[in-house]
């Protein structure tokens, strides 16, 4: 099988875990296959509350599971860097810290070598002021580190998971039977449109008719789905329009057209294709080529953490030894808790001084505090 053939039943793997989330571990793994990884997480992480929780994932063990969450997510030296990174960005362990520092970590020598595992590629799906939801595709040493070819495959398929896992979110159904999706999608808050590739609507939710009702976002014309900014609807009939030619066409175009109503609130609306795979029953039942799911932009503000990262331009090993040292304290308890050496945090705390112009552990307490009191709330 070519690879353009592997990559199209994948993509339409992908969307068709967007209505049926019992799939994605299953598509997780025809995932790790087409990249050449071995274990692959869908999960988020609070960087500051030092939580999180899988959704999916398929390779770890779920003994390794409990102790990341238990002791070891406090010492993975990517956090809370990663976290920092753009949606929709692939990265990999070298864009935050050299591989010689992270397999000087307890993190890589009591969870990742005991299983065998080296490098982590990933991009950020979502991202809040304290936290991230992440997909992860991870390498073992007998791989060896992520390269341009795993990189290249994952930056294809990226832009399909993050939009099935949106859509997912929102809609959170196990099925899409055609018998009874009408009524299910009644109860989605967001608004819903199931169109042809004339953007013609076969069928909008409850909350799509308000939309349409309203019309300072959205409105019919001509029993077409037209957005009140020519830009975006001239993006959402591109988007349609390519649907028609299955899951591949869509590519990354449109991955979230960017909607504003009268009054300036922001919506962003995600096109999932209904022309192949365990979608098509509701495209033939409804002849139509997409559902049209449109929500309200969060307004996701930078973090103080982030904040004073880029602007003191703190290295990912530095700004995790200054929260920890503003958390814990003194050097020989940071360095146990972050699993590194004592003669590794008395060299970024050192950098830290010099970069925010400090000169004592109390003066960077009070630069944090300084920026925002919630960095420290629990």
């Given at each position: 099988m070519?690879?353009?053939e592997q990559?199209s039943?994948?993509i339409?793997e992908?969307?068709?875990?967007?209505?049926d989330p019992g799939?994605?571990?299953?598509v997780q793994?025809h995932?790790?296959?087409?990249?050449?990884g071995?274990?692959?997480?869908?999960?988020?992480?609070?960087?500051?509350?030092?939580?999180?929780?899988v959704y999916?994932?398929?390779?770890?063990?779920?003994?390794?599971?409990?102790?990341?969450f238990?002791?070891?997510?406090?010492?993975?030296?990517l956090y809370?860097?990663?976290s920092f990174?753009?949606v929709g960005?692939v990265?990999t362990v070298?864009?935050?810290?050299?591989?010689e520092?992270?397999?000087?970590?307890?993190?890589?020598?009591?969870?990742l070598r005991?299983?065998?595992?080296?490098?982590v590629?990933f991009?950020?799906?979502?991202k809040?002021?304290?936290?991230?939801v992440?997909f992860t595709?991870i390498?073992r040493?007998?791989?060896g580190?992520?390269?341009?070819?795993?990189?290249r495959?994952?930056?294809l398929?990226?832009p399909h998971?993050?939009?099935?896992a949106?859509?997912?979110?929102?809609?959170?159904?196990?099925?899409m039977?055609?018998?009874?999706m009408a009524?299910?999608?009644?109860?989605?808050?967001?608004g819903?449109?199931?169109?042809?590739a004339?953007a013609?609507?076969a069928?909008?939710n409850?909350?799509g008719?308000a939309?349409l009702a309203d019309g300072?976002?959205l409105r019919s014309q001509s029993?077409k789905?037209?957005?009140?900014?020519s830009?975006?609807e001239?993006?959402?009939h591109?988007v349609?329009?390519?649907a028609s030619s299955?899951?591949i066409?869509?590519?990354?175009r449109?991955?979230?057209?960017p909607?504003?109503a009268?009054?300036g609130?922001?919506y962003?609306?995600?096109?999932l294709?209904?022309?192949?795979g365990?979608r098509?029953?509701?495209?033939i039942?409804?002849?139509?080529t997409?559902a049209?799911?449109?929500t309200?932009?969060?307004l996701n503000?930078?973090?103080p953490?982030?904040?004073?990262a880029k602007?003191y331009?703190?290295t990912?090993?530095?700004?995790?030894?200054l929260?920890?040292?503003?958390?814990?304290?003194?050097?020989?308890?940071?360095?146990d808790?972050?699993?590194i050496s004592?003669?590794?945090?008395k060299?970024?705390?050192n950098s830290v001084?010099?970069k925010?112009?400090?000169?004592r552990?109390?003066?960077?307490?009070k630069?944090?505090?300084g920026?925002?009191?919630p960095?420290?709330a629990r």
């Amino acid at each position: 099988m070519s690879e353009a053939e592997q990559l199209s039943l994948l993509i339409g793997e992908i969307y068709d875990a967007a209505l049926d989330p019992g799939q994605w571990t299953r598509v997780q793994g025809h995932i790790c296959e087409f990249v050449h990884g071995h274990a692959s997480t869908l999960y988020w992480q609070d960087s500051v509350r030092q939580t999180g929780n899988v959704y999916y994932q398929v390779g770890i063990s779920p003994e390794y599971e409990r102790l990341y969450f238990e002791k070891y997510i406090g010492m993975n030296p990517l956090y809370p860097a990663a976290s920092f990174l753009e949606v929709g960005g692939v990265h990999t362990v070298a864009d935050l810290l050299p591989h010689e520092e992270m397999r000087k970590t307890l993190f890589y020598k009591e969870w990742l070598r005991p299983q065998g595992l080296l490098d982590v590629a990933f991009s950020n799906l979502e991202k809040s002021a304290t936290s991230s939801v992440a997909f992860t595709i991870i390498r073992r040493e007998c791989d060896g580190i992520v390269d341009d070819e795993m990189l290249r495959h994952l930056r294809l398929i990226m832009p399909h998971i993050r939009r099935a896992a949106l859509i997912g979110k929102v809609i959170d159904l196990k099925t899409m039977e055609s018998a009874s999706m009408a009524d299910s999608l009644d109860g989605i808050v967001a608004g819903m449109f199931i169109v042809d590739a004339s953007a013609h609507i076969a069928h909008a939710n409850a909350s799509g008719h308000a939309m349409l009702a309203d019309g300072s976002l959205l409105r019919s014309q001509s029993g077409k789905l037209a957005a009140n900014d020519s830009e975006a609807e001239s993006a959402l009939h591109n988007v349609f329009a390519a649907a028609s030619s299955g899951d591949i066409a869509v590519g990354v175009r449109g991955f979230a057209v960017p909607l504003t109503a009268r009054d300036g609130e922001r919506y962003v609306a995600h096109a999932l294709p209904l022309t192949s795979g365990a979608r098509r029953q509701a495209g033939i039942a409804y002849a139509a080529t997409a559902a049209v799911f449109v929500t309200k932009v969060a307004l996701n503000l930078p973090s103080p953490t982030e904040t004073i990262a880029k602007l003191y331009k703190l290295t990912p090993s530095e700004i995790r030894v200054l929260l920890a040292v503003v958390e814990i304290g003194g050097q020989p308890a940071v360095a146990d808790a972050l699993g590194i050496s004592k003669e590794t945090v008395k060299t970024h705390l050192n950098s830290v001084f010099s970069k925010t112009n400090t000169h004592r552990q109390a003066d960077l307490v009070k630069l944090i505090v300084g920026y925002a009191n919630p960095l420290a709330a629990r």
